[in-house]
């Protein structure tokens, strides 16, 4: 046990400066003690014999003089089976087991280990006597919910180990030891059900690191065809507040084609967890039909929390998502809002009293966002199968405008920017993405060329909107007209969507690219129109077919009647050349 | 007895700072000095100094004034005692009754687990159409009331005190005019509801610090009395007062200013204070209404701003009404499906006429010829302004609604309302001619399948609101 004490010698709100003898470690942890409870604590600077550091908790009633004990152990969370369907806080503390032993209030100095030591799981093994095995490689599994959740050689074991015994196939607790290996130099370690690794460091148990291809369909029409997520990718959405960014994370909680979700609530309102907390125990996951909370975590550190766990909560969720990458899955992380994270910087930046960059935020923002957004990716493991960690990230813009720090410095490193416009939110068009700001690198899960072709009848239709506000309809062409009437018919039926309708809500991939060629079919045609109120009245009849037809369960038999009616509609006008 | 300190090393702004030990952070001091005595608050230890901060403010302090420290940290007395009571921002009694000494509780205490919250699911009725039909306010809501300095925000906030159906009402005034805080508390005693009123007020002529303290003691109190079961209502005026208060102590100490001069943790202040707004589970509740003046009516003003990331919604107070575009609810879906059936329907489809008016009068004003469809929308406009948003209105929410269905009779067609037919069968005064329009067409052409198709169109829509309610609702 590690024994060395300092002793505090300034308090400035949650930061502390310590005084201690022998030597510290930049980043452990270190306990404050105070009137008999344990205060949890971080060291992020070192000058001299002075460490300071940043407390997770209130500091109120800290004392000069008052003894720090420090831990030698990194800010780490604890990885094992039990982590799914839980509910922590931005340092592992599981809030419900919390809630029934402090009561309404989050105490302060109350320490609950992230996964219960008294469960017990079927272990079975995999490995055995002899083999030869890598940190990240597999042991033995044990059922968790949906999964198989694979119990692997401790990621920071280095080198490669040799299986001396393996446990029997058995009820085990995450404490129980199940193996004991030996490395090339002889020493030997036990490796138990559960492992703990630092949250600020990278898993990198794997074999190597891939080019994220494979789209991540979130079942939302504008992102998967215009504005894809690649599984293992990152993306992020800014918006000003009431622009529907929260809204558009829990649908992709719902509906995203992964096998875990994680969302990370960072410094956004406790009510918005609160729905989520209390309603996905009652929906089904359609792809497994078993409840959604099975595949979701959800850490929680909402923005009356403390600030500093604010920001561990972000890399305790990405390292969450890491360690069931390990286990060949699929996982999305969601970060709402990563704005708030860099206050949290901000705000110990400006205890620290560091020379401050735009608006005050540190000048190593940028680099600290990049290191994060990198923790995505897909990877090839040991085995030869694949996982993929993808982040979405939300960003809240001081007064809407994106030529702010947080949303620059996120933009550099994203693969999809998905802007909100408050013009769209407005118009109550949703989601709110705006069409001609937001991009992605890539791939669509439809034809690229006819997404480039909906994309500049979508701008040239802008255009024509814009101009027709100075000359007015009757100075407009009718080919420019229908050009318009053209980019608001996609705009209507294909990039808003209910979120609320129960078909709507979610559109599959192979559905989007039917839907797709059919909007691009019409978007392509030449037609014929006598005048302007022929073609206005001609397109607002196509959208509200369309928009039903969007209603119908797919290969209903109203799904199909609606499309030959739709068909023919639009032959009716055709101008064939 | 406890140690007195007699020699202060630096007096900078509202914060001294001496020499002394074992002094705990956020402690609590008494000063002495010859123009009297204040409380004073740890904010900072470094070493052996103590950096306090002087609530009656620095002014007259000598440097051998006597400090004296407490051993504990801001509290106030909590008890039934407070109700009826008014005391200023250090917690001292206003109004000349004794002052409570039992059962301190902390103030500034920890979050509520949001495993302890739930759903909100009251409507808190306020008797104010543009509030109980078109953004109601749900019991455990944080709303601001966005306004310019002018507005009526405080009579605002009275009345909707007064008329609120709740326990306990609690005023955290912060840099109230001396009038404001008097015509708050004649209103409440002329209506009976000081006996269920605490007040905590700081006005403009008090030192600045005490400010800090009013939300944390209001919030403190509040949260004690929904413990007991109790449904509490807060009302914080002005927060934008108080974020300031907030900035000049940062810039007092050095801090590092962010926007405008504001610390960088003025979110973090700022949602600490309104998250305390909560529906526990299986006790009482808070809901907070708080006035955030929006200097130069900038909504992007950093104190607006922050707060819109925070509140569930707000009212834009402008020319002395609630205005129906920008005010929002955040969670008014989850208590206006269970009031009338007719409820959310009248809430959109007066709306979206009532910008249609907005159209029209921008029309007008560019001198553009009137129709007789823009003549009904001026009519209606009128109408909807006086009976509807005027301030003055005072009218339960069933009323209210009846008297939306009144309007649109007498200045449209049922058919022109946009609203299902379904509801227009139930809900059309009687005596108006409900489909003269209709009937006419009918006339005309009697095998026609207009009207039908309309019907089925309108009824279609009228779906929309009740499953699309949610996009406008919750966002960030």
Known sequence: ?577 | MRKVYRKIDQIAGNVITLRAGGVASRELALVRSTRGESMAQVIRLDGENVYLQVFAGSRGIATDAEVQFLGHSMRVAFSDDLLGRVFDGSGVPRDRGPALTDNYVAIGGPSVNPAKRIIPRNMVRTGIPMIDVFNSLVESQKLPIFSVAGEPYNELLARIALQAEVDVIILGGMGLKHDDYLIFREKLEAQGAMARAVMFVHTAADPTVECLMVPDLSLAVAEQFALQDKRVLVLLTDMTNYADAMKEVAITMEQIPSNRGYPGDLYSQLAARYEKAVDFDSAGSITILAVTTMPGDDVTHPVPDNTGYITEGQFYLRNGRIEPFGSLSRLKQFVNGDTRSDHRAIMDGMIQLYASFKETLEKQAMGFRMSAWDRKLLKYGERFEKEMMDLSVNIPLEQALDRGWAILADCFEASETGLSSKLIGQYWPKGKPETAAAEERKAEEPESEGPKEETAKTEAEDEKPSTDGKPEGDSD
């Open chain 1, 1 to 577: 046990m590690d024994a060395r004490i300092g002793t505090v010698q300034a308090v400035n709100s949650n930061l502390l400066k310590v005084k201690f003898d022998e030597q510290v470690i930049q980043n452990e942890v270190a306990m404050v003690e105070v009137g008999g409870l344990a205060l949890k604590a971080e060291v992020i600077r070192v000058r001299g014999q002075v460490a300071e550091i940043q407390v997770f908790e209130d500091t109120t009633g800290v004392k000069v003089g008052d003894p720090v004990r420090f831990s030698g152990e990194l800010l780490s969370v604890e990885l094992g089976p039990g982590l799914l369907g839980q509910v922590y806080d931005g340092l592992q503390n599981p809030l419900i087991e919390l809630a029934e032993q402090a009561g309404f209030f989050l105490e302060r100095g109350v320490d609950i280990p992230g996964l219960s030591r008294e469960t017990t799981w079927t272990f079975t093994p995999t490995a055995k006597a002899g083999d030869s095995l890598r940190a990240g490689e597999s042991l033995g599994h044990v059922p968790e919910g949906l999964f198989e959740h694979r119990i692997m050689v401790p990621f920071d074991w280095p080198g490669v180990w040799t299986v001396k015994d393996v446990a029997g196939k058995g009820d085990l607790k995450v404490t129980d030891e199940i193996a004991t290996l030996e490395n090339g130099e002889g020493e030997t370690r036990k490796a138990r059900l559960m492992q703990s690794w630092p949250v600020k460091i990278p898993i990198r148990a794997y074999a190597e690191r891939l080019r994220p291809v494979e789209p991540l369909v979130t079942q939302v029409r504008i992102i998967d065809t215009f504005f894809p997520v690649a599984r293992g990718g990152t993306y992020c959405i800014p918006g000003p507040f009431g622009a529907g960014k929260t809204v558009l994370q829990q649908i992709t909680s719902r509906h995203a084609d992964v096998d875990v979700v994680i969302v990370a609530a960072c410094g956004e309102r406790a009510g918005e967890v609160v729905e989520t907390l209390r309603e996905f125990p009652e929906l089904t996951d359609p792809r497994t039909g078993r409840s959604l909370m099975e595949r979701t975590l959800i850490i929680c550190n909402t923005s009356s929390m403390p600030v500093a766990s604010r920001e561990a909560s972000v890399y305790t969720g990405v390292t969450l998502a890491e360690y069931y990458r390990q286990m060949g899955l699929n996982v999305l992380l969601l970060a709402d809002s990563t704005s708030r994270w860099a206050q949290a910087l901000r705000e110990m930046s400006g205890r620290l009293e560091e020379i401050p960059g735009e608006e005050a935020f540190p000048a190593y923002l940028e680099s600290v966002i990049a290191a994060f957004y990198e923790r995505g990716g897909v990877v090839r493991l040991h085995d030869g199968s694949e996982g993929s960690v993808t982040i979405g990230g939300t960003v809240s813009p001081a007064g809407g405008n994106f030529e702010e720090p947080v949303t620059q410095s996120t933009l550099k490193v994203v693969g999809a920017f998905h802007g909100l416009s408050r013009e769209r939110s407005d118009a109550r068009r949703y989601p709110a993405i705006n069409p001609l700001d937001s991009w992605s690198k890539y791939e669509s899960v439809v034809d690229a060329a006819k997404v480039a072709e909906a994309k500049r009848i979508l701008r040239e239709g802008v255009e024509v909107g814009q101009m027709m506000k100075v000359v007015g309809e009757e100075g407009t062409s009718i080919d420019d007209f229908v050009t318009h009437l053209k980019a608001e018919y996609l705009d209507a039926v294909y990039l808003q969507q209910n979120a609320f309708h129960e078909v709507d809500a979610a559109t599959p991939a192979k559905r989007q690219s039917h839907v797709f060629d059919r909007v691009h079919d019409v978007l392509a045609r030449h037609f014929s129109f006598k005048d302007k109120d022929e073609a206005r009245t001609f397109f607002q009849e196509l959208a509200q077919l369309t928009r039903d037809w969007n209603f119908q369960a797919q290969d209903s038999e109203d799904f199909h009647g609606l499309e030959k009616k739709l068909v023919a509609r639009i032959e009716e006008v055709t101008r064939h050349a």
